[in-house]
């Protein structure tokens, strides 16, 4: 699937949020979240719809599509790999770990992320606690591939 850095950055907060910690996802409340206008929320939200990404309906919020939860899950998961790395290697923090790898999980390969995670072997929690998904494309990866 082809999507944008910046419609990969919505879909994994709508999952974290929505997923994650239960919250509803409203348009005003991501675009706090994201300090954009709810006009930048409704637009972007237009544009994953049309993407089967996310299920849309205005005034009544939105849901991730089964596509949407496995995208989001391989953002996810790539940046959990990438803090992992950070916190073991570099010895960072799991906050600064993590606030790198969010400037880096977008372009980081399925590749890159399967060798992060056999070199690790295999870890199913990031430093910051959340669930690293699955990959069935990485060897010896005894997860599941996505939720």
Known sequence: MDITRKEGEYLALVYRKQIENGERITTTGLARSLNVTPATVTE??????????IEYRPYHGIKLTKTGN???????RRHRLLETLFVKMLKLTPKAACNEAARMDYYCSDELANHICGTYYHPIRCPCDKQIFGERSC????????S
């Open 139 to 146: 060897i010896g990866c005894a997860q599941e591939g996505g």
């Open 44 to 53: 972007s939200f237009q544009k994953l719809a049309a993407k089967d990404l």
């Open 70 to 76: 496995t995208e989001a899950e391989k953002l996810l």
